[in-house]
């Protein structure tokens, strides 16, 4: 059977989301609802401030979102001691996140737990349909990097 370009879309859209919550509760089963694990918004900022510095409005706009929710969300991680502000070197009026120690252990201990959870959903399927799924994958991460005007890695924050 051959899919349109719509109904692969379609069926994308409505897997992916079932994908991530299954990943989270599986995380929060695994860590007993620990207050230390990052939600999934935040491990996509802790995954985006892994591969470089960015500014507040650079985190935003990335995001899609406005200024003021994304301050929330990078307060949460500034409070947990996993992401710092600094000022600019070029511009003392900018504020620029990083990663501090203890975030990147934080997201390093997140991505493997969610890789592990992954995988042990992927390993029920069998090896010809996962090396289907790998080969969509892969056929999808290389479309998307070169048609995004941003790097798209995986959630580790990882660019191909």
Do not use: F
């Amino acid at each position: 059977m051959s899919a349109s370009a719509y109904e692969c879309a379609a069926l994308l859209l409505d897997t992916v989301p079932g994908l991530m919550r299954t990943i989270a509760c599986a995380m929060r089963q695994r860590c007993g609802d620990d207050d230390d694990m990052p939600t999934l918004v935040q491990l996509r900022m802790l995954a985006m401030l892994a591969a470089r510095p960015w500014s507040l409005s650079e985190l935003a706009a990335a995001q899609q979102v406005t200024p003021s929710s994304m301050s929330r969300t990078v307060d949460v991680l500034v409070q947990r001691e996993w992401v710092a502000r600094t000022t600019a070197p070029d511009d003392r009026r900018k504020v620029v996140l990083h990663l501090t120690p203890a975030g990147h252990a934080a997201h390093t201990a997140m991505i493997h737990a969610a890789r592990d959870v992954a995988a042990a959903l992927i390993a029920q399927l069998d090896a010809h349909d996962r090396a289907r799924l790998y080969d969509g994958l892969s056929a999808l991460r290389a479309l998307l990097n070169t048609s995004c005007p941003l790097p798209v890695g995986s959630v580790s924050g990882e660019v191909s």
